[in-house]
């Protein structure tokens, strides 16, 4: 089946599997065929076309224009981003976590030209808007008409003409290309802030495809989505469950014990998540209804630790286990098939289909067995690059050295900035990364984001962050904090403050105030030191 487009996975399903549920959050459903008739009304409401005639009512949303959604797991976020591709919009899921800096970063750096989200979430983020020069539409998804700010729209009343045309003469035909942009997903880097990885309809379609190939998802499966979807991996349990017409189960949890009693409940066939949830699913006591249902469990974002996936065997003796690896920039790169857990535990496995990974030493070279090198992927799951930053994108995206292109090609690769080694059976192992990154609950996290907020606080002089090892969380989050002079903050005033400014993944678990940070011959902080330093905080 030839898709250009991911809404295509939408329709192309509604075509086939037209009663069949497709997503369900709470006790609400919808179907394939209800879920293709509010994404193509919310995508004639986003162009400002009436679904009879297609004339413009209001300003038109032009192929290209990000649309950001920033909203929980729930039905009008998934009805949200696949109606922007369906108008040839570029999404911008908005990890619902963020708070108002981090948010207004990204509004402003990708220019959004709509943004989707609710009343008290706008009403938060109105200071950030005050000086957005880009935005000029804001859809608000739950409230009422007296309570709509008169700068704002309600969401609902896009969908007002869903039901008045046949599905099939329904869909706005807004013409885009597999190479168009379809998404923009940010990423933390090791320095500065966030970067907006570009993803293609290609990128898409074909991460789909590998994946759904690799773990045979098919109509019969019920996926849940615990994942936020502004994480590529979260947003991969939604394109491939479209894919093959599978059904996908929107979770919020708040304690790990609810993601066991949704898997019984929704008898959930495919679960996904990152290590520190799978450390504390693999304490508790699975009934036997979850155990029976659960046809597979992946794991990404961070190394599995052998004792957690034999637990999880032992609990759930009739499930596949897939331990994967993969970076935004190219959607997924590998995954070890379950058969080979036994004897290859730690490995991130082999390239998925449709992909190609070498190790390259730093003179260029393949690398020989257990030699270690830098992982580098190749094939139609690269993506486009990093939004509005030639230099990053430049750094990340490089050809292959002269020497290899007449062999792999001279297409551009992404060179992941990860350490592995692959053994004579050619099986990947993960070594560890060649930047400072903090790798923490199964996030990428930039130093130089959480040190720059730090620094913004008028009692702080210098700040380095750094990631301790943990066992639970892959890595904590220390601050190292010398204060300005004559200042008198204590350690809860300043956490408090931090605390304001940061989503809750990036809380610092640990702050020690320091009456100087140690600095190398280059007259920068000396990171290894103060790891050293500090040694005693890991778990």
């Given at each position: 089946?030839?898709?250009?487009?991911?809404?295509?996975?939408?329709?192309?399903?509604?075509?086939?599997?037209?009663?069949?549920?497709?997503?369900?959050?709470?006790?609400?459903?919808?179907?394939?065929?209800?879920?293709?008739?509010?994404?193509?009304?919310?995508?004639?409401?986003?162009?400002?076309?009436?679904?009879?005639?297609?004339?413009?009512?209001?300003?038109?949303?032009?192929?290209?224009?990000?649309?950001?959604?920033?909203?929980?797991?729930?039905?009008?976020?998934?009805?949200?981003?696949?109606?922007?591709?369906?108008?040839?919009?570029?999404?911008?899921?908005?990890?619902?976590?963020?708070?108002?800096?981090?948010?207004?970063?990204?509004?402003?750096?990708?220019?959004?030209?709509?943004?989707?989200?609710?009343?008290?979430?706008?009403?938060?983020?109105?200071?950030?808007?005050?000086?957005?020069?880009?935005?000029?539409?804001?859809?608000?998804?739950?409230?009422?008409?007296?309570?709509?700010?008169?700068?704002?729209?309600?969401?609902?009343?896009?969908?007002?003409?869903?039901?008045?045309?046949?599905?099939?003469?329904?869909?706005?035909?807004?013409?885009?290309?597999?190479?168009?942009?379809?998404?923009?997903?940010?990423?933390?880097?090791?320095?500065?802030?966030?970067?907006?990885?570009?993803?293609?309809?290609?990128?898409?379609?074909?991460?789909?495809?590998s994946v759904a190939g690799y773990l045979?998802?098919?109509?019969?499966?019920?996926?849940?989505?615990?994942?936020?979807?502004?994480?590529?991996?979260?947003?991969?349990?939604?394109?491939?469950?479209?894919?093959?017409?599978?059904?996908?189960?929107?979770?919020?949890?708040?304690?790990?014990?609810?993601?066991?009693?949704?898997?019984?409940?929704?008898?959930?066939?495919?679960?996904?998540?990152?290590?520190?949830?799978?450390?504390?699913?693999?304490?508790?006591?699975?009934?036997?209804?979850?155990?029976?249902?659960?046809?597979?469990?992946?794991?990404?974002?961070?190394?599995?630790?052998?004792?957690?996936?034999?637990?999880?065997?032992t609990t759930l003796p009739a499930t596949?286990?897939?331990?994967?690896?993969?970076?935004?920039?190219?959607?997924?790169?590998?995954?070890?098939?379950?058969?080979?857990?036994?004897?290859?535990?730690?490995?991130?496995?082999?390239?998925?289909?449709?992909?190609?990974?070498?190790?390259?030493?730093?003179?260029?070279?393949?690398?020989?067995?257990?030699?270690?090198?830098?992982?580098?992927?190749?094939?139609?799951?690269?993506?486009?690059?990093?939004?509005?930053?030639?230099?990053?994108?430049?750094?990340?995206?490089?050809?292959?050295?002269?020497?290899?292109?007449?062999?792999?090609?001279?297409?551009?690769?992404?060179?992941?900035?990860?350490?592995?080694?692959?053994?004579?059976?050619?099986?990947?192992?993960?070594?560890?990364?060649?930047?400072?990154?903090?790798?923490?609950?199964?996030?990428?996290?930039?130093?130089?984001?959480?040190?720059?907020?730090?620094?913004?606080?008028?009692?702080?002089?210098?700040?380095?962050?750094?990631?301790?090892?943990?066992?639970?969380?892959?890595?904590?989050?220390?601050?190292?904090?010398?204060?300005?002079?004559?200042?008198?903050?204590?350690?809860?005033?300043?956490?408090?403050?931090?605390?304001?400014?940061?989503?809750?993944?990036?809380?610092?678990?640990?702050?020690?105030?320091?009456?100087?940070?140690?600095?190398?011959?280059?007259?920068?902080?000396?990171?290894?030191?103060l790891q050293e330093n500090y040694r005693?905080?890991?778990?």
């Open positions: 089946m030839m898709f250009t487009n991911i809404q295509d996975f939408i329709s192309q399903a509604a075509s086939r599997f037209a009663p069949k549920t497709a997503l369900t959050h709470k006790d609400q459903s919808l179907s394939y065929s209800e879920l293709a008739a509010k994404t193509n009304a919310l995508a004639s409401g986003l162009i400002g076309a009436d679904l009879a005639d297609f004339k413009p009512s209001q300003p038109r949303l032009k192929p290209g224009e990000r649309v950001a959604v920033y909203l929980p797991k729930q039905m009008e976020t998934v009805i949200s981003l696949f109606a922007t591709t369906t108008a040839g919009g570029v999404f911008v899921p908005i990890n619902s976590l963020l708070k108002p800096p981090q948010v207004g970063y990204i509004l402003d750096n990708c220019q959004v030209s709509v943004l989707i989200t609710s009343l008290s979430r706008y009403r938060q983020l109105q200071k950030t808007l005050a000086n957005n020069l880009h935005l000029n539409r804001i859809l608000l998804t739950d409230c009422s008409p007296e309570d709509c700010p008169e700068n704002c729209e309600r969401w609902i009343d896009q969908l007002a003409q869903v039901g008045t045309e046949p599905l099939n003469q329904a869909r706005p035909h807004i013409q885009r290309e597999p190479d168009d942009i379809a998404a923009i997903l940010y990423t933390s880097g090791s320095t500065g802030q966030p970067k907006g990885v570009v993803l293609s309809n290609r990128n898409l379609i074909e991460g789909a495809n045979a998802n098919h109509s019969d499966d019920k996926i849940l989505a615990v994942l936020p979807l502004s994480f590529d991996y979260g947003l991969s349990q939604l394109t491939t469950a479209f894919l093959v017409g599978a059904e996908v189960v929107l979770l919020e949890y708040l304690l790990p014990r609810d993601v066991i009693n949704a898997v019984a409940k929704y008898q959930i066939t495919g679960l996904a998540a990152v290590p520190p949830l799978w450390m504390q699913l693999a304490d508790l006591d699975w009934p036997t209804d979850a155990k029976q249902c659960l046809r597979y469990i992946t794991n990404s974002g961070g190394a599995m630790p052998t004792t957690i996936t034999q637990k999880l065997r596949q286990v897939y331990l994967m690896y993969g970076l935004t920039e190219a959607f997924r790169s590998t995954y070890l098939d379950p058969k080979e857990l036994c004897s290859r535990p730690t490995s991130i496995g082999k390239a998925i289909p449709n992909a190609t990974i070498l190790v390259i030493n730093t003179k260029g070279e393949i690398c020989q067995a257990d030699e270690p090198g830098e992982l580098v992927h190749i094939g139609v799951h690269v993506s486009l690059g990093y939004w509005n930053d030639k230099d990053k994108t430049e750094q990340k995206f490089r050809k292959l050295p002269s020497h290899l292109q007449s062999e792999y090609g001279s297409e551009l690769a992404v060179w992941s900035g990860d350490i592995v080694t692959r053994d004579q059976q050619d099986f990947l192992y993960f070594v560890g990364r060649n930047d400072d990154m903090i790798k923490s609950s199964g996030y990428r996290i930039s130093p130089s984001e959480l040190e720059e907020i730090a620094t913004t606080h008028p009692s702080v002089q210098q700040v380095a962050a750094l990631g301790i090892a943990h066992s639970q969380l892959g890595q904590s989050i220390l601050l190292v904090i010398s204060l300005a002079a004559n200042a008198t903050i204590t350690k809860p005033e300043l956490m408090k403050f931090l605390k304001k400014q940061l989503p809750n993944y990036m809380h610092p678990h640990f702050l020690e105030i320091a009456d100087s940070l140690p600095r190398n011959p280059n007259g920068k902080i000396n990171r290894p030191l005693q905080l890991s778990s």
